[in-house]
């Protein structure tokens, strides 16, 4: 990703604020006229911040992204956080944006396997909306994961995993 700039710098600024109304402000620009470097930084709000409406705010905003230059920056908070408290609600947003992420169906894969039942959720959801654009290699390498992990989901999340077995498969 690109070296901070001058926007990157003011933006990070705003965003560590203690004032809740700057940051929202900023949230609200951000949906105008952000830049997808920029990213990282919403998303560390979640991690950073307590404030119930900073973080609707920042879910909502990540929920209606639309410029196919933050996948990148996306993708690279959900591998570098796999942790995450809220890597559920980032997931999820993945699937309401509508952006494209076929190319990283195995991530949503391995997010529906070691994550919580919640996760899984929100990962179906995306590997659903993508898939058909996915390759056959990533398909193939995506079922290949499950089919080893079947002792790796819990009980709760046991129909789920099957019916993304045949969803996978149906692909093939």
Not at 81 to 104: A, F, K
Not at 118 to 139: G, L, M, Y
Request: charge should be negative; hydrophobic fraction near 35%; glycine fraction near 2%.
């Amino acid at each position: 990703m690109e070296k901070p700039n001058k926007y990157y710098l003011e933006i990070q600024a705003r965003l560590n604020a203690k004032n809740n109304k700057e940051i929202l402000h900023t949230l609200s620009e951000i949906k105008q006229t952000g830049q997808a470097s920029i990213i990282p930084l919403v998303v560390r709000l979640l991690d950073n911040h307590t404030n119930d409406e900073v973080h609707r705010e920042v879910i909502g905003l990540l929920g209606q992204l639309k410029e196919k230059e933050v996948i990148p920056y996306i993708i690279n908070e959900l591998r570098s956080e796999p942790t995450n408290q809220y890597r559920t609600e980032l997931i999820m947003t993945c699937w309401q944006s509508g952006l494209d992420y076929s190319e990283h169906i195995y991530l949503f894969v391995e997010a529906f396997i070691y994550g919580d039942f919640q996760t899984a959720i929100e990962s179906f959801s995306v590997i659903e909306e993508w898939i058909h654009n996915t390759s056959k290699d990533t398909i193939e390498a995506s079922k290949e994961l499950l089919l080893d992990n079947l002792k790796q989901v819990s009980e709760e999340k046991k129909a789920f995993y099957l019916e993304l077995i045949k969803l996978v498969e149906s692909y093939l």
